[in-house]
């Protein structure tokens, strides 16, 4: 039988009745034997994530502050989400322990990390399968670093000849022992990890949304989800803040060629969204949008800098001296606009000014801002005539002027930069022209 890894997310275990969900959920496929959990998230909007609430614990330990105090709400849910399942499973010796390493100065991964750590032990006897530390599998080098290759091989021999097994996610090892995190949402990250060294056939990702949206909510109202896209394409969106899978995610899963499905908790029976190497099949004009405000554009001008060898490298060069990242770069005849973070941007810039000043002698150099950046993303743009004149006379019609075009060399993109006061106004033309106003319950 085909095996399936399934990661559920904090707000897919927020409580002993979600974990019982959980728990049918799997029942209903008997492949999905490898289980990945994150820590216990928010059972109302009011509610704290425990991963939250134990990063309070570990600023209280280092102020020298009230650990006991800290610690007393994290232990309160565990010790109510075992008693609603009626478990023969006894924590209170760990919850000890672990308030004990806080108040001795554990790290701040160690401290964090335990909210996984106890939703896997509580889920591993739920199930009645084996429990499996990724301390001692998921490697990270002496440098925070994770060491892929390590951990599945590692891993790989742990799983030997087990059932299936459950693993908290978000943390691994260090080889001195100590524990190490990944960044946050990194639970999707284990269970691509878990997915790759099962050899499994497929990786679930189960959360509380029924896939990926074609367009940010809030900007789009209902947008559609996306059924099916490719790895290339979900880290297009993501970059641009779409955001339902963490992007480091999608590595492990792409080397070892294993779909992501990502479905929905509360509504298994949505289609949810399939992530893949390549659909041979036909994609629409586009897969989906996704957008950001912040950003701003340093222009530079000078007329025959096309003939001037080396000119962008020295424009380059100032950025890399002042620690400036860009993310898009669009030239002219005579004209180079990059684009940055506006925040990263503002530290340096008056330096990044004078240096681009001195190293080219621009005929004109300045900083436009208040910029939001819109990707339009799709593997079927390649080689399709009309999408770009659809694209822009869309925009055009909603009155929008285009700031500036980036259209990357495989035609999986087209970005274009649009002040931030017609972001929504264009963001919305462009879904409404591409997906005719498909809506979610459509
Ligand atoms: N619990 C961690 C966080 O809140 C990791 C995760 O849920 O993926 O970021």
């Known amino acids: 039988m085909d095996r399936i890894t399934a990661k559920f997310g904090g707000t897919s275990l927020a409580d002993a009745a979600h974990f019982r969900r959980v728990r049918e959920i799997l029942a209903g496929n008997l492949a999905r034997r490898f289980v990945v959990v994150s820590a216990p998230g928010k059972r109302s909007g009011q509610d704290a994530k425990i991963t939250d609430l134990l990063y309070d614990c570990h600023q209280a330990a280092r102020a020298g502050g009230d650990v006991a105090s800290a610690f007393a709400p994290v232990e309160v849910r565990f010790r109510e989400i075992l008693a609603g399942l009626n478990l023969n499973l006894d924590l209170s010796e760990e919850f000890r322990a672990t308030q004990w390493a806080m108040e001795r100065g554990a790290g701040q991964a160690f401290c964090v990390s335990r909210g996984e750590y106890f939703s896997g032990r509580i889920m591993a006897a739920l199930l009645g399968l084996p429990f499996i530390d990724p301390a001692q599998c998921v490697f990270f080098d002496e440098h925070g670093q994770f060491d892929g290759e390590a951990a599945q091989r590692t891993l790989q021999e742990k799983l030997q000849g087990l059932p299936g097994a459950v693993m908290p996610g978000f943390y691994g090892g260090m080889p001195d022992g100590a524990v ?263």
């Open 180 to 442: 190490a995190t990944f960044a946050r949402g990194g639970s999707d990250i284990s269970g691509a990890i878990l997915a790759r060294a099962s050899g499994s056939a497929v990786y679930e990702n189960w959360t509380d949304v029924s896939g990926v949206l074609a367009a940010d909510p809030r900007v789009v109202e209902n947008p559609a989800p996306i059924g099916c896209m490719t790895y290339t394409e979900v880290r297009e969106l993501a970059y641009l803040g779409a955001t339902v899978l963490h992007e480091d995610a999608i590595y492990p899963a792409k080397v070892a060629g294993i779909p992501i499905h990502i479905c929905n908790t509360m509504a298994p029976g949505d289609g949810g969204t399939w992530i893949i190497a390549r659909q041979d099949g036909p994609a629409g004009d586009i897969t989906g949008l996704a957008g950001r405000r912040g950003y701003s554009a340093i222009q530079v001008e000078k007329e025959r800098s096309n003939t001037e060898v080396g000119y962008c490298r020295k424009i380059l060069s100032c950025l890399e001296k002042n620690g400036v990242p860009f993310e898009h770069l669009a030239t002219g005849i005579g004209s180079v606009s990059l684009v940055a973070p506006t925040p990263l941007l503002d530290r340096h810039r008056q330096s990044l000014l004078a240096d681009i000043q001195a190293a080219v002698h621009p005929d004109s150099l300045q900083i436009l801002d208040n910029l939001a950046m819109i990707a339009v993303v799709g593997r079927g743009m390649a080689g399709r005539p009309q999408v770009a004149a659809r694209l822009f006379s869309a925009v055009g019609e909603a009155g929008v002027n285009v700031r500036l075009i980036d259209q990357g060399t495989k035609e999986l993109n087209i970005v274009l930069g649009v002040d931030e006061a017609d972001y929504q106004r264009a963001t919305n033309a462009i879904y409404n022209r591409f997906f005719a106003g498909k809506r979610k319950e459509d």
